[in-house]
Structure formats: C-alpha cells, structure tokens
C-alpha cells in the first residue's frame, strides 16, 4: 500500500505501448545459453523470444518441424480447455496474418496434441516439438495456458514457420505473482483490464488484483449497496471479465479495503458501516455490511482461491480492533472457502486476539510490520517492496515513483525488503531473509495511476517483473534479457494488436517527443488487410476509444500538438484485437549547444521518462528525467556537446511542486575523465523556482555533467527529477 506521507486523506519508430522496446526489431540476437538454478538451457534461436525462460528447454539437433496452413489439434473433452484453445486459435491466426489456423480434429490424426497429466502439477507443462508435431501435456488450466503462451512466442520467432525440434519441461517457481491495479483512485476501462488479461496470459503473470474500493470512489457496482457505484463499469461487464480472465489462466482478485481507506463507504451509509474507522472495525451491523460486501464480489469472482480485505493504514482505529475484524472477516471467507489476504498493517496481536496464522500478508513498507518478524509469526508473506516493485502515479498529477525496467529485473528478489525512502531505516539497510517457503512469491502495484498513463509505465515494467516472478534464481544478464523481451515483444503485439501507429522525426523515440510536428502513419500488422470497406481503420487523436463511427484511416496525417493516438481495425463493422496507442508529446525547444545532444546516466533509466528528456528542449512540468537512487551516491547525468565548445553559462531546469527542489552540482570537462564544478544548489531556495542559471569565465567544454542528489522536499528525495539542461 502507499506510505502515509503520499496518500491524501480524502480525494516503430514506436509501436504501441512498449516505447522503451521500440528497437526490438533491429537487434541481432546472440545465442541464449543461460544456466538456469537446476538445469542448463541450450536454446538458440528458439528461445530468443522468450519471457520468461523456461526452467529446462533443449533444442539445438537443427531439425525442424514446418508449420502447416492448417493445423488439426486434439484436446481432452473439457469445457475448460475447449474455451481456452478456442481463443490460442484465433490469437495463433492473428499472429500468423492468417496464413495459420488451428482447427480440432475429427479423427485420431491430429497434428498437435494437447492432453491432460495429472502426474504434473496444476501450473506445469511439457512441449514436445518433432518433426512430425506438436505434443502438450498440462496438469490443468493455468499449465495449458503457459503452455500456449510459450507456442505463441515460438511460433511468432520461428523463422519462416520452421519451429526447431525440441523439449520444454516448465513450471513456476512461485505461486503467486501478481498485478495490482488501483481502480479505488482512478477509473480504468474493460478495455485496459482486458489488454492486461492478454498481457498476463502472454507473459505468464498468475493474477491481477483489483483494488476496487478507497477513500476516493468504489469501483464495483455492489448490488447491496448500490449508492456506492458511480456505473462506469457495470456488474454485466464484470462478470464478463471474469470468464475472460478464466478462459485465458489468468485469476482476478478482488479486494474490497476496511477499516482503512474506507471513507467512501462510511460517507454514503454511515448508518451502516459508522462514521469512523473505529465504527466499522467494532460494529456488528457494519460487519454484516461487509459481508455482505464480500458476497457480492464472491458471486463475480468466483474463480479466486483469495479475497483481499485491506487491513493497513487504519489510522486512529486501535489494533485489536483491527486484528479482530481481519479475524473475523478471515473466518468468514475460509467459510466460503477462500484464502485471505491483508496489506501489512497492525502487528501480529497476542493470545485470541492475534492475527490468525493462515492470513497471507502482502509486505509492503516493512515497517508496521517488519517481513522478517511476519515470517518468524509463521505467517505466508508475498513481497510487494517499494524497491522496485511499487509504480505509484502521485497527486497533484505530476509527480511519480517508479523505477527502472533494469532496475526490476536485476533487483527485485524474493528474500529483499527494501524502501526507495531514505528517511525509512529499510533504504539504507534492508531486511534480507531467509529462503522459505512461506515466501510465497511477488506483488506489482501500480498506485493512484490513471489510465492515460498505464500502458506507458506498467506494461514495459512488468515483462522484466513477470520473467523474474517466474523464477527468481535466474542468473540475471539484462542485457540478453533486453534482446528476448524485444522479440518477444513485438510478437505480443503482432498477436493482440493487429494496428500498428508510427510518427516519424521524433526527438525521443522512446518517448514519444518531437518538435513542431511528426507525421503519424496507421496500418494493419501481419499484411493483414485494411484498404477495403470490410477491413479498414479507425481512429481517434484525443485520446478516446475507438468505435465503428470514430474517423476512418486513409492516408498518413501531420500532428503539431500533444495527441494520444488510438487505432483499431474493424472487420465487417466489427472489431478485431485490442485497440492501439501511441501518445506523441510537442515540445517546443528552445536553441542551446545541448539540445538533441547525446546524454547517459550513471543509473538506468526507462521511458517515458527516459535520460535522452534532459537534452529534448522540453521543460514542462512532465518533461523530465526520472533517475533513480540519488542518494548515497549522486546520480552523474552526462551531456556529450560532440565536440568542444566555448561555454559560459548552464541552466538546469528541474521538477518543482510544493516547496521541492532538485539538489546538485553542475560539472565541465573538455576530456570527459577530469571534470571541473562550475556550480551547484545544494540548498533549498527561497523563492521556489523551476530553472537556475550558473554562470562562469568562457571555457572550451565537450561534457557537462549533473551531478543530482535527488529531488528533495517532495515524497522520496531519492529520485532525481531534471526537467532540462541548456548549455550557452
């Protein structure tokens, strides 16, 4: 959950969404050899698109096996498995450009054969690849679906339809790896949950959890209480996300939050739940209200082992109060055969009033509740820290917490909890655990966010978050992880989203920036056709679904504004795949020797946030760089001028909001290993400003660096915040 000091008490050149990866499709791959912690992985080329790498894959004779045009497939007689490989066909067919479709067999002569082994666990699979065909064994829903998963990403890396000969043998390491989205905050769209089952599926993340109620709005329409929804997703369309979730393996969550964050329910039926948080944690009648709560979410979500209910930042409501609603309520769901989950919130409690033992709590600030004293309670613990899991979209709007996809992918470990808030003892010092198996695996919580900003910031950091969940004694190598998750990548997208929108002179590409103004350009992937009246494209530039009366796409357009471009095709007036997004950001530069200049950070960076914004010309209040630690060490923020120049003044340009400012040191070198400081503000100003000139004698300079010690006065001082450098 979010620290009490961030929560408001109340209230292609790009292809779509994964701009940070927008190079994928010009990386020469290497051979994958990775040794895995039980066995070693030869794969070559077949798994050069794979996230997350299996546990044990062997391919490597050179014998293939040709994709046919049609493909015959048997498959046990299950509603189940029918529904799923129903829907594996047509994202196959998609992927394929309909040169590919999967029909099930008539007769005994079936081509790939997928069957149900009961001697494997319910998530485990095993891929058999002859010359001959494809053989599948699962040992139930979840393992079918990571199964078909893995022959999505094969098939969309196989080389003019050869798939190479070979064995898969593969499980998760963990349980429970999960997405949260908060919808308690802000309003997000079937549309956006149904692109995250897909993603999920694709990516073999087990669960997306639904914070559906906060302070701020309730985000399920509950039949018993119906004043709480404000309608914009109806109970219809959650049922209908639930068997969409179902079908593809993917289990949705929800979670209905008390005694804190609870404000919205007690506002509209305080005759119910109280006034107070103390109320509702000690009232018979608001006990029988959230049960009757959780009923409702029950009769929707039935395919969930787990329900969450809160249980932290409960402020002024005395812990055994607490402890005995999470007790009771605990008590209640195992009635109905569920498992309970609570954020970490009071401690553990003594005697009757203790927190019983088989309540799974998600760690989240390590502080309330430190993970390695839950685990010496004998509690099942699923770590959520903030360093780097949380992705947190903070009031007032401009201003974010997250870090880098890199950074994800070679810190995030099972046995660390750690803060990115250097006032919190855990940023300096993490607990770092034992191995056990009450560790039951990974939360990702995506916090406050709105939806213009999901696709943007979630997505590219959950595919390093999915392949780490999936087995976190990986060795580790970005760098080979960097070239499979762009392959694997740019299959997802053929996949999904038979749309693809690109815009040319960008001045960062990853981040979708350019100046005065880009042409975008629209067209279907996978030569699907889109030039007739039964296949064509329609789109929108201000950022709304697309519908079959949005504009029709004909020709290549000019945008000289900030636009959020959405596309779709539609098919005979219907729509195929998901719809597509491309936000382009207008900046208007201003001259300098720095601008469009090469610039690196001593820390890893991602869009859209990406290093290359100090050196874009913007400097708005959402134009900046977003580096991250600062603090021990400064981050070293490098601008290349190309050649030496003669310069005399620096203007740092830096994210300014409530009091905060960015603390550093500006630096020139002319060799770029001995460098000189020109100036610095090591103090906050007072007067706030956004923008500071350091003036010095004229000097012949080719660096210029930054040395930023973080944004300081506002939320976490660790994260650095550079809008722009001009240099003159």
Known sequence: MLS??????????????????????????????????????VGGDATSAMVPLPVKAEFGNGETYSLPPTITYSSPSSGDWDAHLTVFAKTIQRLTGENCTLVKAIDDKAGWTFSLDESLAASAYAIDITTEGVGVKAGGIKGLSYATATLLQLVGGANEGELLVGTIRDEPKLSYRNLMIDMGRNPHSVELLK????????????????????????????????????????????????AYAVVRGVTLIPELEVPGHSGMIRRVYPEVFGETGTELASSPKALEGIQTMLDDLMSVFQSTPYIHIGGDEAFGVPEDLQRDLINKLHQFLKSKGKQTLVWEGP????????VNTEVIHINWRTINYPADQMLKDGYRVVNAAWDPLYLVDHYPRTNFTMTSPQRIYEKTSLTTFKHVNPGIHTYANPIEVEPSDQLIGFCMPWWEGREE????????????????????????????FEARSQQAEAIRLRAFYPVKIEADALAVPADGVFHDQTTVSIAGRNNLPADNDDWLIRFTTDGSAVNAD?????????????VDVRARLFVKGSPMGAESQLKLIRVQPKENLALGKPVTSSVSSAAPFSVERVTDGGTGPLDFYLGYPAVPEPIAITIDLETPQTIQRVLVHAFTVQGSFEKYSVEVSLDGEHFTEVGSRKEKPETETSVVEHAFEPQQVRYVRILSEGNRGYVFDSFSKILEVEVH
């Open 550 to 562: 949005s504009q029709r796409y004909e020709q290549p357009f000019e945008v000289d504004e900030t």
């Open 347 to 354: 401690a553990p409690g003594k005697g009757e009033n203790r």
């Open 195 to 242: 692109q995250t089952i897909d993603f999920c599926w694709f990516y073999k993340i087990d669960s997306v959890q639904l914070h559906l109620t906060d302070d701020q709005r309730i985000a399920f329409p509950f039949e018993s209480f119906p004043k709480l929804s404000d309608g914009l997703i109806s109970l219809d369309d959650f049922h209908e996300l639930e």
């Open 4 to 41: 009490s000091l961030t929560r408001p008490p109340t209230p292609p050149v790009l292809l779509m969404h994964t701009k940070f990866l927008h190079l994928a499709l010009t990386v020469v791959l290497p051979v994958v050899a990775l040794v895995l912690t039980e066995t070693k992985l």
């Open 453 to 480: 900003n999901y696709y943007d910031q979630v997505f590219p950091r959950a595919i390093p978050f999915a392949e780490v969940a999936w087995n976190p004694e990986i060795e580790r190598d970005f760098t080979s």
